[in-house]
C-alpha cells in the first residue's frame, strides 16, 4: 500500500479549509435574508415591555393601515452603553432607541448616522420621556421621601454602574444637579454628597433592569433609584403590595432618544420601513401604549389623557449641566468624577 | 486485643461524620439550586413551563444551540482525533507547545474568548469593516457564535484522547503499517477502536460545555431574540424580562439535556475502565 | 528510553503515515481557532501607542480586580478540596443510597450554564434565599459580597476536584486502609499517612484546574457579587466594563494580563504536580 502523497493530503486540507470558509460565509449571508423582511431595533434595558407590545402594533399597521408587506421588528435590550458599543462593532441595528443621546452620538462620530441626528425627529428624537424617582419597600418604612435621605446612615441604596447602564448615569445625574441646587450647593458638595451616595450602594448591577431585579426580585437594599417606568412598573404590575414609588422634590428630566442607523439601512435596505417604525412610536397609537407601560408621553392629548398616571414632577434638564458631551467627559470618562469617588483610597 | 476494637469503633464513628459531611455537601452545594430551579419553573404549573417553551423566540433559540452544539462538536472532535494522534503517535520539534497552544482555551476566561472574535470581526478589529462591506457578517451573527463555541471547547476531545493515546504507544499502528495499512486505515481500523470510549466522553464533555456556554457567547451574540440568541442567552432575556417561569422552564431543559450528556459520559466512562481493568486481568 | 528512541526516529522520516496531515489540519485548526485569535489579542493593546498600554498597566483598579480574581479563586478551590476529597471518597468507598444520584448531580456545575449559576445562586443567597434569609438572621451575609464570589466559584470548582481525585481513589485497594487499621493506626493517621499522600498528585491537579477556572470565571460571578471596584469587582468584569467605556487598550490589556498569569498558574501547577508525584514515588521506594 502507497503512502499517502504529500500532495493529495495538502489539496484536501485546502478543501476542508475552503469548505470551512464557506461555511462562515453562509452563516454570515443569512443576514441578508433577515434585512429583507424585518427590522431589528437595538434597545436598552427597560423597554422590554414597551416594544414587546410596539413592535406587533407596527407591524399591524403597516400591513393594514399602510399596505405594505408584513415585517417583523425584532428587539434586542440590554444596557444602554453596552447595546450602543454592539452596534458600533457590527450588530446589524436598523434603529437604535437607547438610554441617552451620548451612546447615539458615539455611533455619529464612528459614522454609522449623521451627526444631527437629533434634529431629524421631533421633540428632539425623544418619542417619549421618563424620569427618576425612588423605589423602596411597602408603606416606606426607612421614611426616605428625598435625596438626603439616600446619605442616612444604615440606608442601603441600590442603583446600576453608570459606566455600563444608561439610567444609572441618568440617576447619577439628577443626584449631582439636585446638590448643585441646594442652598450654597456647588461643584464641592455636589461631590461630597455623590461619594457619601456610593458609599450607601452594596450592588452595582451592569444593567437598570439588572438593579430592579436585585431590589425587587432578591431583596436586596432599601430603595432603588430607578427609570420612573422601571419604578412604576414594578410597584403596579410586580408588586402592588410590596413596593412603593416617592417622588424626590427635585429630579431630572430624562430623555431616552431614537435615531435610525443611516450606514445599516442602506446595506440593508430597510430606509422606509425604519423611517415608518420611528415615525410609528410618535403615532397616538404608540403613545397610548407609551403610556401604559409608564413611559410619559410626548404627545399633547395622550399626556393629558394620563396625567394620573404620572407623579407631578419638578425637574431640571441635561442641558442645565452643560449638555451629554461636557457631562459625559467630567464625570463619566476615565479618570472622571466618577471614578474619583470610586478611587483606591476608598 | 482491646485496641483493634477500638480502633474499629473510631473508623465506623468517623466513617459515619464523614458520610453525613457528604449528604450535607451535596445538599447545599448540589442540591438545593436545582430544586430551586425546577421549583421556580413550575410556579405555574406544569402547563405554564410546557407552553412557554413554544414561543416562537424559544423555539429559535432550542435550535440554534442544537445547530451550534452539533457544528462545534463534529469540527473540534475531527481535528481532535488528528491533533491527539499526531502529539501521542509521533515526536517532532514545538510538539510541546503545540500541546500547550491546545490546552491554552481551558484557562482562558470566556469574556476573552468572546473578545478575541471582536478584536478580528468587529468593525472596530482588523477585518470586521472590510467583511461587512462584502457583506459577510461574523460577529453579531451565527458564525461568531460557532467560533466562539469552538473556542471555549477547543481542548476536550484532545485532552481525553491524548492520556490513553499515549499509553497506547504505537506498536500496534507501526505493525498495521508494515502489513501496508494506509493513514485512514490504521486511525479507523487500529487506534480509535480502542481509544472510543475515551473519544465518547470527549464528545460528550464538548457537547455539555457548547451547549451551556454563556460568557463568550453573550460578548459576540448582540442578542437578537430569534437570530442569535442561544438557550443560555434567551434564558438571561427572560429573567430581565421578569418571565422567571419561561426562563427557569428553559433553564431546567437545558440542565435535563446537559446533565443526560454528562451521565452519559460516566456510563462510558466506567465501561472504559472496566474495559482496561479486565486488560490488565487477562 | 521509548521517548530517545522516537525522537530519533522522528529525525529520520517517520515511516508511520499521516503524519504530514495530521500536522497540517492540526495546525490549520490550531492556527484558525487559538493562535490567530490569540495574536489579535497580543498585539490589540500596543496599536495605540505604547503610552495607552503602559496607562492600562498602572492602573490601581484593575490591579484590584486581579486581585479579587486571584485571591477568591484561590481560597474556592482551596475549600473545595476537602469537600471534594470527602465527595470522592463516600462516592468510592461508602455504599450509600442516593450514590448514583449523588454522582450524577458532582457534574451538576459543568453542565448548567453559568448564567443559571448565577442566578440561581444569588437567589438562594439572597436576603430573602432559602440560605441567605437564616444565615442574614445570623448577620452573615454572602450575596453581594466578596464571600458571594467565592461560594460562587467553589460551586463551579467542585467537579474539577471530584473528578480528578475519584479514579486514583478508585484504584487505590481498600485492604490497604483496613490493615493500616488492624495494625493499630488510628482512623486520623491512616487518612494522613494512607490516603492523603496518595491522593495529592490528583488534588493538585484538581486544585489547579478549579483555580484555573475560577479566575477567568464571568457569568456565575457577576450576578452574586457587589460588583463594586476595588472590591467585588472581578477582573472579566472590569474587561466587560472597559469595552463598555469603548477603552479597547484598556480591555485587552487586562485580558493580557490575565492570560499570562493564568497560563502561569497552570504551568505552576503541572510543575508542582511533577514534583509532588516524583517526591511520592521516592518516599514508596525509601
Known sequence: MPLHSPITVSRRVLLGGTLACAGLAAFGHQRRARAASGLLNVSYDPTRELYHEINPAFSEDRGRVQGHDAIIVRTSNGGSGAQARSVLEGAPADVVTLGLARDIDM?????????????????????FTSTIVFLVRKGNPKAILN????????????????????????????????????????????RLYLKALFSHVPVLDAGARGATNSFVQRGMGDVLIAWENEALLAAKDLGPDNFDVVVPKLTILAEPPVALVDRNIHIHGTEAAAQAYLNFLYSRQAQKIGASHYF??????????????????????ISSLGGWKSVQKTHFAAGGIFDQIYSADN | MTAPVLNKKNLNISRWVLIITTYIIVGIMLVLPPVLVIIEALRDGPYAAFASMTDPDALAAIRLTLVMTVASVAINS???????????????????????????????????????????????????????????????????????????????????????????????EDAAMLLGASFWQILWHVTLPEARWALLSGVLLTTARAMGEFGAVSV????????????????????????????FSMATLLAIMAMATVSLRSVFESRAHNVATGEHDA | MKHAHNTTRARAIDPL??????????????????ALPLTALVMRPWQEGIGAMTAALQDSRMFAALRVSFVSAFLAALIDVPLGVILAWTLVRARLPGRRVADALIDLPFAIPTAVTG??????????????????????????????IVVALMFVGLPFIVRSVEPVLRDLPPDLEEAAGLLGARPWQIVTRVVLPALLPATVTGFGLAFARGIGEYGSVIFIAGNQPFRSEIAPLLIVVRLQEFDYPGATSIAFVLLVV?????????????????????????
Open chain 1, 107 to 127: 455611533l455619529a462620530q464612528h459614522g454609522l448616522l449623521a451627526a444631527d441626528w437629533q434634529k431629524r425627529l421631533p421633540h428632539n428624537s425623544t418619542p
Open chain 1, 147 to 190: 435625596w438626603p435621605d439616600l446619605v442616612r446612615p444604615g440606608i442601603q441604596v441600590v442603583t446600576p454602574n453608570p459606566k455600563t447602564s444608561g439610567g444609572a448615569r441618568w440617576n447619577y445625574l439628577a443626584a449631582w444637579g439636585w446638590a448643585l441646587r441646594q442652598p450654597g450647593g456647588n461643584e464641592t458638595a455636589a
Open chain 1, 296 to 317: 410619559r408621553p410626548v404627545d399633547p392629548t395622550v399626556a393629558v389623557e394620563n396625567t394620573e398616571r404620572f407623579p407631578a414632577v419638578a425637574t431640571f434638564d
Open chain 2, 78 to 172: 475531527t481535528f481532535g482525533v488528528l491533533a491527539a494522534w499526531l502529539i501521542a503517535k509521533y515526536r517532532f520539534p514545538m510538539r510541546g507547545i503545540l500541546l500547550m497552544l491546545i490546552e491554552l482555551p481551558i484557562s482562558i476566561s470566556p469574556v476573552v474568548a468572546g473578545l478575541v472574535w471582536l478584536l478580528l470581526f468587529g468593525t472596530q478589529g482588523w477585518w470586521g469593516e472590510a467583511l461587512n462591506r462584502m457583506n459577510i457578517h461574523i460577529a453579531f451573527a451565527p458564525a461568531g457564535i460557532l467560533l466562539a463555541t469552538l473556542f471555549v471547547t477547543f481542548p476536550y476531545v484532545t485532552r481525553t484522547l491524548l492520556p490513553l493515546m499515549e499509553q497506547q504507544g504505537r506498536d500496534a
Open chain 2, 220 to 247: 459576540v451574540s448582540g442578542h437578537i431574540p430569534g437570530l442569535t440568541e442561544t438557550m443560555p442567552l434567551h434564558i438571561e432575556t427572560l429573567y430581565n424580562g421578569y418571565q422567571s417561569v419561561a426562563a
Open chain 3, 17 to 34: 503515515p499521516g503524519f504530514r496531515f495530521a500536522l497540517v489540519s492540526t495546525l490549520l485548526w490550531v492556527g484558525l481557532i487559538v
Open chain 3, 119 to 148: 442566578i440561581t445562586l444569588a437567589t438562594l443567597y439572597g436576603p430573602q434565599g432559602w440560605l441567605g434569609a437564616p444565615l442574614a438572621r445570623l448577620g452573615i451575609s454572602i450575596a453581594y459580597t466578596a464571600t458571594g
Open chain 3, 262 to 286: 493564568s497560563s502561569l498558574c497552570l504551568a505552576g501547577v503541572a510543575w508542582l504536580r511533577r514534583r509532588v508525584a516524583r517526591g511520592l514515588i521516592t518516599g514508596a521506594a525509601a
